[in-house]
């Protein structure tokens, strides 16, 4: 009888340990951006940093994401880095001469996806180690570098998803470098995210907007401008998020903008409403980059 009332015991302790870790649990936000030298966790709801990274001189981050293992993996223009919470580099791969590294991203398989913009282009996969283990040179038929892309997505049909920013539009390419859909979206598209429904989103640059695309239908089915959010003006519209409720996150980039008084990232609802902003902040200066997840 003892014993069975102390399994018990054990059990509602359980319970209520795991109800109170789950209620802890808050919403963070990984950042950095064009310009700005600190790679950096936000808390979401207090938007006070609670975790920064330094980068070294001349680089320039626009793609940040947590690993499945914990670690922070980010592209830095002229090179990629994973490295510990405890600052220590686990990885570090570096770009030629001449060209710019924008794409740093884990793949389903644990692997490592790496998009480099030059000439040729470049996809690298690399293995959990940080190694090499396949490319694939491609042409963009963009002359400047710069201009070429930012965030390229491997979708699970084994195919790459390429917003060129340099012709307003988001190409799907095979593994062979075959063309297989071509959609205009506008503007000068940075980041791309495929949907549950299978649309892309697409973050479009200069254009001051988003927009949702039906791939199969070769259609915008959506797009989010400045002129649909009441006081909020959209600067250069760099990496979002999509969360499960149908909100989406925007990175508000203000660096071809002279106005620095918006705010630096804007959640709104599928009906447009603006439902959370992070002003403007005296540790940071803008963001480009954004990855959200929970601990």
Not at 29 to 54: F, M, N, R, Y
Not at 79 to 105: H, N, P, S, Y
């Amino acid at each position: 009888m003892i014993e069975r009332y102390f399994k018990y015991l054990f059990c509602i302790v359980v319970v209520i340990s795991t109800c109170c870790s789950c209620s802890n649990t808050r919403e963070k936000l990984l950042v950095s951006g064009c310009g700005w030298k600190q790679v950096a966790i936000l808390d979401k709801k207090t938007g006070e940093i609670e975790w920064s990274h330094p980068l070294n001189k001349g680089e320039d981050c626009n793609d940040v994401e947590i690993t499945r293992e914990g670690n922070i993996l980010y592209a830095y223009t002229s090179g990629a880095r994973m490295i510990t919470r405890d600052q220590q580099t686990v990885w570090d791969f570096k770009a030629k001469k001449g060209e710019e590294l924008f794409t740093a991203t884990q793949l389903p398989s644990g692997h490592y996806m790496l998009a480099i913009c030059g000439t040729p282009s470049r996809i690298i996969e690399l293995d959990p180690q940080g190694h090499p283990v396949e490319e694939i040179e491609f042409d963009t038929s963009i002359t400047g570098v710069h201009d070429q892309f930012r965030q390229i997505v491997k979708t699970p049909q084994n195919t790459y998803l390429i917003p060129l920013m340099g012709k307003g539009e988001v190409v799907e390419m095979t593994k062979e470098k075959e063309i297989i859909n071509r959609v205009e979206c506008g503007g000068n598209p940075f980041a791309i995210q495929i949907l549950k429904n299978g649309n892309w989103l697409v973050s479009c640059g200069d254009a001051h907007n988003f927009v949702e695309i039906d791939p199969a239908g070769k259609q915008i089915v959506r797009k989010v401008g400045s002129d649909d959010l009441q006081n909020i003006s959209l600067l250069f519209v760099a990496e979002l998020v999509r969360y499960d409720n149908g909100n989406t996150l925007i990175s508000n980039w203000n660096g071809h903008s002279k106005d620095k008084s918006q705010p630096l990232l804007v959640e709104v609802t599928p009906d447009n409403t603006v439902v959370w902003t992070l002003p403007l902040h005296q540790d940071i200066i803008n963001i480009s980059a954004v990855y959200s997840f929970k601990e």
